[in-house]
């Protein structure tokens, strides 16, 4: 019977590939079937097969993707469109933040070519990774690619499956990527306090909503929910700390 010391062992020498796609495997199967769904959104908008998979290789952020294809079939101008979408990829500025301290010895192209890949998913596997240990570079460049991959295939395969589908919506396709978000977003609760500030999250999302705020409401909803984390997170600790010292 193999011991921990030796399933360590042969984790080590196995190549950095295979690693990765171990790690990278969930995404990749949710990715393909959430790449699909953008590649028959984006297919009935009127956008062609290159600029679907071009939009996988230069943005690769799907709720960007489909925002904008959703945008470029109502007719909405290319800058409102450019601009949508950067204020729904701001969220990278913070999954970033959140990584550097963990990637202080990476070079400037190294850390690039990080970013550039860089997705909510990569981010919650790379953040449960490197809260535990630092893994090897090279399986972490791995997973990221395997992932994209998954995307810009699943994309393709959208395009053309866009030309049988008639319509995405009875398939349920076009909640294909809210459903990977609850899921991720169930996968990281671990106690009351993020129960707790999901719950009133997505509460204020649908308020900010009703109150016609539309694509702003999920952004100012998990600003509020985030600073209300915070605020509650250092009460918590400053009231623990005073416990003690009585």
Do not use: C
Request: charged share 10%; no cysteine; net charge positive.
């Amino acid at each position: 019977m193999p011991t921990e010391s030796s399933t360590a062992q042969t984790t080590r020498v196995q190549p950095a590939w295979q690693r990765g796609l171990t790690q990278a495997t969930p995404i990749i199967l949710g990715y393909v079937p959430i790449g699909f769904a953008y590649g028959v959104m984006a297919q009935k908008s009127g956008l062609s097969t290159a600029h679907t998979v071009g939009m996988s290789l230069i943005v690769y952020a799907g709720a960007s993707q489909f925002i904008a294809t959703g945008l470029f079939a109502a007719g909405i101008p290319a800058l409102s469109i450019v601009i949508t979408t950067f204020v729904v990829n701001l969220r990278h500025m913070l999954m970033s933040a959140a990584m550097a301290p963990h990637l202080k010895t990476w070079t400037k192209p190294q850390l690039t070519a990080f970013a550039y890949e860089l997705t909510d998913e990569t981010f919650a596997v790379h953040a449960a990774r490197f809260a535990g240990h630092k893994p090897d570079r090279a399986e972490v460049f791995w997973i990221n690619a395997l992932a994209q991959m998954a995307w810009v295939t699943g994309s393709y395969l959208g395009t053309v499956g866009g030309q049988v589908v008639p319509d995405p919506k009875p398939w349920g396709l076009d909640f294909a990527l809210p459903a990977l978000f609850v899921a991720l977003l169930v996968l990281q609760i671990r106690d009351r306090l993020q129960i707790g500030i999901a719950l009133a999250t997505g509460v204020l999302a649908v308020t900010f909503t009703i109150w016609g705020l539309d694509r702003w409401a999920v952004i100012l909803a998990t600003l509020v929910g985030a600073t209300l984390g915070v605020i509650w997170e250092q009460w918590t600790k400053t009231r623990s700390h005073k416990t003690r010292s009585y």
